[in-house]
């Protein structure tokens, strides 16, 4: 090991979340955390735990029910000069604040002339496959990603659910991070000790391949991955983390189609006008030359998540991707 | 003090009650109180003249309000900020901002942009209540980095069913957030009538179930909002939390300028209701004290004309737009496809 290599724990990602807060916390005193249930007893997931013990009851704090309220709230805040970072509690229990999100999270910087900064962090877990009752699962990414003024990060590693959240906190924008839950406790890897960024905007080659391009980002990066292992004798797959749907990475992403000329997108959200729709539309645009074959998504369907003895026949499976994956080849 | 006035306080004599004397407030602040209320009254129906001859888009008429956004605003100090509705769009003008800039902003020219923290007043809002939490966030922020300042929001009777409204109240409450909540109860959202709004007898009842206390006051009346601001803006200092203040008015202008109140309001009522015109009511109470004479209401409206036709002259004679300001201040630090689309703009439109 080099001499300049930086010192890395072993963390779960929901882990990694909570070094993440406690080091942007103990870094700027103008970052405060805000949102239900995340003080008292850190969250119901434990992503906030220890925050109140360490930083006061005033820069973690426990709020009403009102996400729209936390929210707005936090617009309000950051005229103050305070840096929030909210938690929503569940994907699904955030729709309430996308009045706020839309009309003005994503709207006042513009609003101001550029002349007020908005620099909240909006944080929550995500997806599903958790055998939770309704409304606990959802994939909404694609409502933050078409909102103006708003960017999105979603990691699928513990090091990057660390970075990119310390990046988001750090950014001058507004930026929605979602987390997914479904591997907050089984996902776990090296994480950097200390502060630690990962910059908004730059793809990762979770791994290198040769005949076709699986993207992802969250909790379907490790399903592309199971994927790929799938298909190891016959195909050799690269899989593109994301990591940030917003700024997106296009060049990561016509670099990776250029070497292969096959690309299958997988995303856990609804097919319609979902991410992946984005991805296909790009690579229809700039890279149409490089295609040896459709860009086919993989996605959950246009039904709204289904109870949980049904939701495995509706999350994007390793099989439906190997099937995707096998028909582009046929192609 | 959490109990909610029952009555409608006034300090200008209504013919049952003579006039009162608001403590603290001498003659030259009454006196620049009346010019506060001219030059909102003058912006505003020349805003509607602008509007008619084409000078300016839709506009939301605030005839009959300015006593309340006037009252607000003496009752606070310049460090004190305030969150206006779109109803409230010049109030800003009573901070010093350019009345050319809030004309810009209905002329739908991006100059009609300010930055907030030169005059402390936020951005025009336009959907209903969702400033209220705004104004909770900051004040309670303000308060967290132990400033003294406080906030002041204002908003519509119809903005009492917002959800928005509920939840920024209920923050605001919870976290003792120095902020006086001001209701322009004005009885009419667009067209619906309070009655259809709320089943609730006094809107200042609401202040019960935040556990803040209620005034209402007299809208009509500068003077009665001011008191009752004063007072809101007293307790938040004091570290004690909000204040709900109704202030109980009525519409008698249509809602803005695409609006057809034939359709649903009773002409006789408007006609009663400007009757107790809010800027004659407080011309003909600083008459009675001796403050006022007809010389001195002429040049105050005079010198408030002439801010107007300045004002809409800097507006005209700005040039149009940059068109690339389309791509400019959304974010601080933008995603480089807005770059991309920078770029085909200019090569198309070249």
Known sequence: MSATAVATRELLLVEAVNDALHVELARDDSVMVLGEDVGRLGGVFRATSGLRDAFGANRCVDTPLSEAGILGAAVGLCMAGWRPVVEMQYDAFSYPCLDQLINHVGRYRWRTGGTMAFPLVVRMPYGGGVRAPELHDDSPETYYVHTPGVKVAVPATPADAKGLLAAAIRDPDPVVVLEPKLVYRTARGAVPEGEHVVELGRARVAREGSDVTLVAWGAMVGVCERAADALAAQVSAEVLDLRTLKPLDEESLLASVRKTGKCVVVQEAPRTCGFASEVAALLAERAILDLHGPVLRVTGYDVPYPYWQLEDWYMPSVERVVDAVQRVLAF | ?350
Not at chain 2, 197 to 219: E, F, I, S
Not at chain 2, 298 to 319: G, K, P, W
């Open chain 2, 1 to 350: 003090m959490d109990a909610v006035e029952q009555g409608l306080r006034r300090v200008i004599g209504d013919g049952n009650e003579p006039d009162r004397r608001v403590e603290g407030l001498d003659d030259d602040a009454l006196l620049e109180l009346h010019r506060s209320l001219v030059l909102l009254r003058t912006y505003d129906e020349r805003s509607v003249v602008y509007h008619r001859q084409g000078r300016i888009g839709t506009y939301a008429i605030y005839r009959g309000h300015e006593a309340i956004q006037a009252g607000l605003v003496h009752a606070l100090e310049p460090r004190d900020w305030i969150f206006p509705s779109y109803r409230d769009s010049a109030i800003g003008l009573l901070r010093g901002l350019p009345a050319a800039t809030v004309l810009q902003w209905w002329r739908g020219h991006p100059s009609g942009w300010w930055n907030p923290e030169d005059v402390n007043v936020a951005s025009i809002c336009v959907p209903i209540a969702t400033q209220v939490p705004h104004a909770a966030g900051l004040a309670w922020g303000l308060a967290l980095k132990g400033s003294d300042a406080v906030a002041a929001v204002l908003f519509g009777d119809g903005a009492t069913s917002e959800g928005a409204f509920h939840e920024g109240a209920n923050i605001a409450a919870v976290v003792k957030a120095p902020l006086v909540l001001v209701c322009n109860n004005n009885q009419w959202a667009i067209s619906t009538p309070l009655s259809a709004q709320t089943a609730a007898a006094r809107l200042a009842d609401k202040a019960v179930g935040y556990g803040m206390p209620g005034l209402r006051v007299d809208g009509h009346d500068v003077l009665s909002v001011y008191e009752a601001v004063r007072e809101g803006v007293a307790r938040a200092r004091a570290g004690e939390g909000p204040t709900f203040v109704e202030a109980v008015t009525y519409r008698s202008a249509p809602h803005a300028t695409a609006d057809d109140p034939s359709l649903y309001i009773d002409p006789d009522r408007v006609a009663a209701e400007q009757e107790r015109d809010c800027v004659a009511l407080y011309e003909a109470y600083l008459t009675r004290l001796g403050l006022l004479d007809d010389a001195r209401i002429d040049s105050v409206r005079e010198e408030a004309l002439a801010t107007m036709r300045a004002a809409i002259q800097a507006a005209e004679d700005e040039a149009p737009p940059d068109p690339e300001l389309v791509f400019s201040h959304a974010y601080a630090n933008p995603p480089a496809s807005l770059a991309q689309d920078l770029e085909e703009l200019r090569r198309v439109h070249a």
